[in-house]
């Protein structure tokens, strides 16, 4: 017997094995190329043929694309055979075999875990080195010293929110109501927050905040729990569109958590204030609360002040500044509570490319010291990526965020229910995955999607202003400006300019007074690009920007796998009253709309509030009117528009664009792309319902 079990089997060489999975493998990395490829190739294509101006870094953005691919590709495949199946399992065995406040205890946890998994959480901590302090304190804070209690608020919101879905499925409530109620209270609250001079601008990342939780970790576990439990309510019969609406709830709760946040710190902040009076000796004491230490804020103003600033926070006293910074560049721990754990490259950064004159004198001693220091800075590469420091601290990340919440899954599964975990090799396996995926895409989104968003953005402007391209600065060694010639228009006005020579041939050069450095005999030259159609062509450039935007938003959205999954599901359950493609398209062209539209805002600074109560206004009469199925999946629509694609680009363009335009902050694109779509979907389900009751009523002609 024995002996024919063992010739039974079928032994295969690695090779095989691996001819056998090629086309899994294969067909879950096209799944990722096609939504990422179609967005990166309309950014790329619009900053080189429409702005004309080449894509820096593109190796290194290329690699990072590459990545974001990679990445994806193991941790769906992680999320499906590991983070899933476990949500799923608790799903349908936790209302059998726990009591309520069971129930709704590891609701809280699952929502406030899945949060801190999600991979576009940790981009909102990036962006906090776009917000100058003295513009918005409050804002500045929470992005910087507190950014690990934004974090906190948000997954906050996300449990609360869970907790409310749960009792919805386990009380068949309607989620009507909940609308109501949260929809005018979160607009009535950002109202009064644009009345205070440090809330208004918190408001864009509270309600940015409430897309970025919706993503490809929270929705399948949260849907997964919220069915599971449906079924069991409706005692293992179809639950319809109960496993829906939860998602709409993990959007909304953020947003007023985050704004609680604010208000709770609100006194605790100075108000907004000129750069020379945040940065004076009467307003030290509470201006350095918004910094981990003093030292820490003294490396703020070197690296982000201007010279006028720098020498205000010196008490206006330059020998006190000039001495502070040579004293700073002999002591290696005073360097490194200023400048931080890469104090080192950090300081040679900033003195050799950042500091005055006078202050690059100071710490080198003279002009041939000065080029000798830059010299051997740049041939160290000491500007390049630090790819183990890079790959250490998301693979860090990446290990925090998953594994404790699988570690709570599996507590739960032992300690409450009692169950065995099953195809424990699968469920390992999926989480290993889970963990390799979500390490590998932070890191294409750090080399990647981030800095192909912020290029882009910052490049936007060109369409319709002249701006800097300060990435392709030409730095000329050993200048004299003694070859600095004049130029004059057919206007009569006066240019200087310069001839460099390079690759057997001379370029003319604009000459900037201000871009010489006596100290170290170097002059920056930084090109500049646009407006797109001349001087008197600024609207002709928005509008330029607003179709780029719409067309964005509207490709990206179409790339998401999520809504072809959300467009499946709904077909079905309308019994193909409501095609899956129609439902993309209202979706996608909501998403588009929002996307223009939040743009808008960042380019005329308009306040939030006004872009975001008249459709939400509307919404609360349309919800009234549409069914509760349509309610459920309208509002949840929003939910697959921020994926882990758009949520980092949409961002990183919004900041960007915000840098160029001088506003305070770039917040709101992905709370105009999440409230559009909700409006967009109701709208083609009234029409849907319409046609449908105009077939009914036809058939019921017919047959009398």
Same mark, same amino acid.
């Not at 609360?289 to 600033?309: C, D, H, I, R, W």
């Not at 950064?349 to 000065?370: R, V």
């Not at 450039?541 to 959205?557: E, S």
């Given at each position: 017997? %024995?002996?024919?079990?063992?010739? %039974? ?19 879950? #990395? ?29 190796? #290194?953005?290329?690699?990072? *694309? ?6 994806? $590709? ?28 069971? *129930? ?72 009507? /109501? ?21 809330? #208004? ?39 319809? %569109? ?148 890079? $790959? ?88 004299? /400006? ?74 990206? $959205? ?68 549409? $069914? ?77």
């Amino acid at each position: 017997m %024995s002996d024919s079990k063992a010739s %039974s089997k079928v032994h295969l060489t690695f090779k095989q094995n691996l001819d056998m999975i090629k086309p899994y493998v294969k067909k879950r #990395i096209l799944e990722q190329i096609k939504s990422v490829w179609l967005i990166v190739l309309y950014l790329i294509v619009f900053q080189t043929l429409i702005l004309g101006i080449p894509i820096s870094e593109a190796s #290194i953005i290329s690699v990072g *694309i590459i990545l974001v691919v990679a990445g994806l $590709t193991f941790f769906m495949e992680g999320l499906v055979l590991g983070l899933m199946p476990l949500g799923e399992i608790i799903g349908v065995k936790l209302p059998q075999k726990s009591k309520l406040p069971v *129930i709704l205890t590891f609701s809280f946890i699952l929502g406030m875990g899945a949060t801190f998994a999600e991979p576009a959480v940790g981009i909102l901590q990036v962006a906090g080195s776009s917000v100058k302090a003295w513009d918005a304190p409050l804002l500045f804070l929470l992005l910087n010293k507190y950014s690990n209690y934004l974090v906190y608020s948000v997954g906050i919101g996300v449990g609360i929110a869970v907790v409310f879905g749960m009792l919805r499925f386990l009380y068949g409530w309607s989620l009507k /109501p909940f609308l109501y109620i949260m929809i005018p209270g979160l607009l009535a609250i950002s109202a009064l927050a644009a009345l205070d001079p440090n809330l #208004i601008y918190l408001t864009g990342l509270a309600w940015d905040c409430g897309g970025v939780t919706t993503g490809p970790v929270t929705v399948p576990l949260v849907l997964a729990l919220g069915i599971g439990i449906s079924r069991i309510v409706n005692k293992g019969g179809d639950s319809g %569109s109960g496993g829906f609406g939860v998602v709409t709830l993990a959007s909304a709760f953020p947003i007023l958590t985050v704004m609680i946040l604010g208000a709770f710190f609100l006194f605790s902040v100075p108000k907004p204030m000129a750069e020379a009076d945040f940065l004076s000796s009467q307003n030290r004491a509470a201006t350095v609360y918004l910094f981990s230490s003093p030292e820490n804020m003294t490396g703020y103003v070197l690296q982000n002040a201007s010279k006028n600033g720098q020498l205000t926070y010196f008490n206006g006293d330059p020998a006190l500044m000039l001495s502070s910074i040579r004293q700073l560049a002999q002591d290696n721990q005073l360097k490194k509570a200023v400048f931080g754990e890469k104090a080192e490259a950090a300081f040679s950064n900033w003195a050799l490319f950042k500091a005055t004159d006078e202050q690059k004198l100071a710490i080198f001693g003279n002009a041939e010291a000065i080029s000798k220091e830059t010299d051997r800075y740049l041939a160290s590469g000491a500007k390049g990526v630090d790819a183990w420091e890079l $790959t250490v601290r998301n693979s860090v990340a990446a290990v925090q965020a998953i594994v404790p919440l699988c570690v709570f899954f599996f507590l739960v599964l032992w300690l409450i229910l009692r169950e065995r975990i099953p195809r424990k090799d699968e469920l390992l396996l999926g989480i290993a995955f889970a963990v390799i995926g979500m390490g590998i895409f932070s890191v294409g989104i750090e080399l990647g999607l981030s800095k192909l968003g912020g290029q882009v953005g910052e490049k936007l402007p060109a369409a319709f202003k002249s701006i800097e391209l300060a990435d392709q600065k030409t730095v000329v060694r050993n200048f004299d /400006p003694a070859v600095v010639q004049t130029a004059i228009s057919d206007q009569g006005v006066r240019e200087q300019f310069f001839y460099l020579s390079g690759d057997n041939r001379y370029t003319a050069l604009t000459y900037n007074p201000a871009g010489f450095d006596q100290a170290s005999r170097q002059y920056s030259y930084v090109p500049k690009k646009g407006p797109l159609f001349g001087a008197t062509g600024g609207m002709l450039g928005i509008l330029v920007v607003l179709i780029f935007a719409f067309i964005m938003g509207y490709g990206a $959205t179409l790339a998401e796998p999520a809504l072809n999954a959300l467009g499946l599901t709904v077909e079905e359950l309308t019994v193909g009253t409501f095609k899956k493609s129609l439902l993309m398209q209202a979706v996608a062209i909501g998403v588009g709309l929002g996307i223009g539209l939040g743009v808008a805002k960042i380019i005329w600074g308009i306040p939030l509030i006004w872009l975001l109560a008249p459709p939400y206004v509307l919404l609360m009469f349309i919800t009234k009117t549409c $069914t509760e199925e349509f309610v459920n999946i309208g509002w949840d629509s929003a939910g697959v528009t921020t994926g882990p694609i758009t949520v980092p680009l949409v961002l990183a363009m919004g900041l960007g664009i915000g840098g160029q335009v001088g506003v305070v902050e770039g917040f709101g694109i992905l709370a105009m792309a999440s409230v559009y779509p909700i409006l967009s979907v109701l709208l083609v389900s009234l029409w849907v319902n319409r046609k449908q009751k105009s077939a009914l009523q036809e058939a019921a002609a017919e047959i009398a």
